[in-house]
């Protein structure tokens, strides 16, 4: 790519206070929750986005020189009181009268656009070489976005109108971004749940979508025995050879056997404690709620978990992560009750999307890690089904050395692979366009 990204200007920033070290004692524990809060998440968050060469904080004049693009983060107001969505803004300082759609990249299950640090500066070169944008935003009641009260009015025995007043929670907010930010089209990145609801934003608004890349994605397999176990969110170690760069590899029924196989073994050994784990993750009792009722015991907690889980970060990323994690979850409980009304006992979707994405005629691209937990068997369906409506424009790749979070576990395979699939979106389009002239 001929745009390059210049060295960092952080310097000329106003210093932010280092991150506290990941507690490993009760009095420092309690000193982390005492410090959380808005200003505190504020910082945490703005610590990793400090590593963009290109990002440049709020209230700052300073830039990059000669920067292809230009990074800032906002808080989109959307109609309704106090609602709003979180965003970063990755934007070509020499816009393409002929770029692809922005892309706008999506978070999982109570995450936020923090963990894509590791990823912008490959869709930040992408944007700058093809004068396009990207943009990065966190779910109404997650992340840094307004948490605002959930409620479900349907009645427990009507499933179809749990979904889908669970999947219009985030899904109407979305939409209402798009629009405020005057998008046409764009290309959704979502990650696990965000990427299940970029697949049910795409079926309610075709129009507005050109292609879904889907990270690990939630709610696809229809089978209630599938080998999904969401308990090893919370129990996965990270795969510390992830700093090995191997390339995505293309699925086959074969590699989806052995994944399959690795998840079948760790399920027969899963623990009394793990399957309690999932049984309450399913029943709506949320791991935030869970960590938030232990107060000032949570950031130790969130410590254990961000310490096995970002093992192949550096010392200093993973402070950083653990405090923009422990920030994000004492925030108040919102958007993350969803997952009872989405999910069924044993995580699969009560709605799920292999039965559901036929009507799609958009390229889907499915990408799940060689460790995941998620069961890529639906993925593999999925294709089918996709195949039999006539869309051929679809398909699934695994990353090596990478589990759940497979942009942070092997960031340099998938910031390539999301790199070629973004730029052949590209040239559809432009191949669209010519054909129509």
């Known amino acids: 790519m001929s745009a390059s990204i210049p060295a960092s200007s952080s310097s000329t920033f106003l210093p932010l206070p280092p991150a506290r070290d990941i507690p490993v004692t009760f009095a420092a524990s309690l ?52 609602h709003f ?8 300082t020499s ?28 869709l930040a070169q992408w944007a700058g070489h093809r004068g396009t944008d990207v943009f990065a935003v966190d779910w109404l009641g997650m992340g840094r976005s307004a948490r605002v009260p959930f409620t479900i009015k349907a009645k427990r025995d009507d499933i179809s109108g749990r979904v889908n007043e669970a999947e219009s929670f985030f899904i109407d907010s979305l939409e209402e971004w798009r629009a405020k930010m005057g998008l046409e089209k764009m290309t959704l990145i979502g990650h696990s749940l965000g990427a299940y609801f970029s697949v049910a934003y795409a079926l309610r608004h075709p129009a507005r979508v050109h292609k879904l890349i889907l990270l690990s994605p939630a709610g696809v397999p229809r089978d209630p025995n599938n080998l999904t176990m969401p ?8 795969d510390s050879a992830s700093i090995i760069s191997s390339s995505a590899i293309a699925s086959s029924a074969a590699e989806v056997k052995r994944i399959r196989e690795e998840q079948k073994a ?42 096995r889980r970002f093992s192949g970060l550096t010392e200093d990323e993973t402070r950083d992560m653990h405090d923009y ?65 006539g869309n051929y424009k679809s398909k699934m790749y695994n990353i090596p050395y990478a589990g759940h979070h497979v942009y942070l576990d092997n960031p340099t395979a998938v910031n390539e692979l999301l790199v070629a699939e973004l730029d052949e979106a590209g040239e559809q389009l432009h191949l669209f366009a010519s054909s129509r002239s």
């Open 85 to 92: 969505l979180n965003t970063l803004s990755i934007k070509s």
């Open 31 to 82: 000193k982390s929750w005492w410090a959380a809060g808005d200003k505190q998440g504020t910082a945490s968050e703005e610590r990793l986005l400090r590593r963009l060469p290109f990002f440049v904080p709020e209230k700052m004049d300073s830039s990059p020189d000669d920067s292809p693009v230009i990074a800032h983060k906002e808080r989109v107001q959307l109609a309704a009181p106090k």
């Open 231 to 238: 308990s090893r969110e919370l129990t996965d170690e990270g």
């Open 95 to 122: 816009p393409s009268p002929t770029a692809p759609p922005p892309a706008v990249v999506l978070h999982g299950y109570g995450a936020g656009l923090g963990f894509f640090f590791r990823n912008f500066p490959a």
């Open 325 to 389: 994690i422990l920030n994000i979850t004492l925030s108040k409980g919102s958007g993350e009750y969803c997952i009872s009304h989405i999910l069924a006992p044993y995580a699969h979707a009560r709605m799920p999307l292999v039965d559901r994405v036929a009507p799609l005629k958009i390229p889907i691209t499915f990408i799940y890690g060689e460790h995941d937990w998620m069961d890529p068997q639906g993925g593999l369906q999925s294709l089918e089904n996709l195949r039999n409506a």
């Open 266 to 307: 760790m399920k027969e050994k899963e623990s009394r404690s793990r399957k309690l784990l999932t049984y309450l993750w399913e029943e709506g009792w949320s791991p935030f709620q869970v960590v938030r009722s232990t107060l000032f015991w949570g950031p130790m907690l969130v410590g254990k978990y961000s310490s």
